[in-house]
């Protein structure tokens, strides 16, 4: 069977972006610094059960609550956590028409480590169906920069790695790509990762 050419393309910070604005504004208005409910939510020991499936989306934004609660009081966390589920999003989805216009060769294929709230963001956001291949960490039980992560999603879309592209936010996230054997690119902005893939396309002539 023949192998894809894929584009692997991670969503918050690449194709999702938060503006956590107002949360932060009130974060420093009580007294915190700014991205305090990011720093209880984000600790490892709370995020990565989420992240593997392990506890689902609701109950890890209840945890959350619980571990602000303890020091800032039940009223004050169930505000910031109200603020933190309500904050806009933006999609570029000038660089997902990208990828389809410069790369139509390519499938392309969400890998996120996303909580069991992935499904329904997508469609919150009007992407349901936009991706070839959706390689969510908390369905398949591993979070990227576990190389088992990678494992699999070679392996679910029959990636051909020398044809292949990976693009992340995060350099822990880059560099095991790397390791595995991708052409990795960190995120930087759209037009920066825009001439990079120019660059690497030249190379593949």
């Known amino acids: 069977m023949a192998q894809n050419q894929l584009i692997f393309c991670d969503f918050d910070g690449v194709i999702r972006h938060w503006d956590n604005a107002e ?6 208005s009580i007294g915190l610094e700014s991205g305090y409910t990011f720093r209880h939510a984000f600790v490892l020991q709370q995020l990565l059960p989420a992240i593997t499936g392990r506890v689902q989306d609701q109950l890890w934004r209840q945890q959350v609550q619980k571990s602000m609660a303890i020091e800032i009081g039940e009223e004050k966390a169930a505000e910031l956590l109200q603020l933190w589920n309500t904050s806009k999003v933006s999609i570029d989805l000038e660089l997902i028409a990208y990828f389809q216009e410069s790369l139509p060769e390519h499938k392309l294929a969400l890998v996120t480590n996303a909580t069991s709230k992935l499904n329904d963001d997508l469609a919150n956001c009007g992407l349901s169906g936009a991706f070839d291949f959706v390689i969510n960490s908390s369905e398949i039980g591993v979070a990227k920069p576990d190389l088992g992560y990678y494992t699999q999603a ?8 020398e044809q292949s592209i990976f693009i992340d936010d995060s350099q822990k996230n880059v560099t095991a790509a790397e390791q ?3 052409a990795a690119f960190y995120f930087e902005g759209s037009e920066k990762l825009k001439k990079e893939i120019q660059l690497w396309l030249e190379t593949k002539k």
């Open 180 to 182: 595995f054997g991708l």
């Open 154 to 161: 070679v392996a679910v879309t029959n990636a051909n790695l």
């Open 23 to 28: 949360l932060f504004a009130r974060e420093k």
